[in-house]
């Protein structure tokens, strides 16, 4: 069991910046990829970031890029994302997520890739 507690969200203005944080403990060791994913209200949930445990290989969705950057430590168990440049639409419950399961064949950014998740933080952007 992977658990994966996130901390750092919050109200920020358009055009802010926050740091999320994604901590991880119980059997961390077997922990191949954790993702970033958020979900607004009345929408799905979407992909948002994902990296590689072993050498930070990292993925963006499209709305994001050169905006948010994840990163982890793995000293600390710890993922990152840095979030700059925040517009409205940003507005989500924020979760983390673990993929243990290296064989699979599920894409980087596809939901059902990731074994645990954590509860979620609210961000939210003010225009």
């Known amino acids: 069991q992977v658990k994966l507690v996130e901390s750092g969200g919050g109200l920020v203005q358009d055009g802010g910046s926050l740091r999320l944080s994604c901590a991880a403990s119980?059997?961390?060791?077997?922990?191949?990829?954790m993702g970033w994913f958020r979900q607004a209200t009345g929408k799905e949930r979407e992909p948002v970031a994902a990296?590689?445990?072993?050498?930070?290989?990292?993925v963006y969705a499209d709305s994001v890029k050169g905006r948010f950057t994840i990163s982890r430590d793995n000293a600390k168990n710890t993922v990152y994302l840095q979030m700059n440049s925040l517009k409205p639409e940003d507005t989500a419950v924020y979760y983390c997520?673990?993929?243990?399961?290296?064989?699979?064949?599920?894409?980087?950014?596809?939901?059902?890739?990731?074994?645990?998740w954590g509860q979620g933080t609210q961000v939210t952007v003010s225009s």
């Open positions: 990296i590689r445990w072993s050498d930070s290989s990292t």
């Open positions: 997520a673990a993929d243990v399961d290296r064989t699979t064949r599920l894409g980087v950014m596809e939901a059902r890739r990731y074994d645990y």
């Open positions: 119980g059997r961390t060791f077997s922990i191949y990829r």
